[in-house]
């Protein structure tokens, strides 16, 4: 499970948090795979949806 202090992430957060490019985080936008939340030019990803990405399927 990934850890993370905030509820919302930049997207450069989100890079650093998975060790990704930031080209992987947009296909990952751009695939339905995440959400992003904008405020003003900004966008944030709810930490949240990182665990349910990467969680195990059982």
Do not use: H
């Amino acid at each position: 499970m990934i850890e993370a202090q905030k509820e919302y992430l930049t997207i450069g957060e989100t890079r650093a948090t998975l060790g990704a490019s930031r080209s992987f985080i947009y296909k990952l936008i751009a695939n339905n795979k995440l959400t992003p939340y904008k405020v003003g030019r900004r966008s944030y990803i709810k930490a949240e949806q990182l665990n349910k990405l990467f969680k195990p399927k059982l």
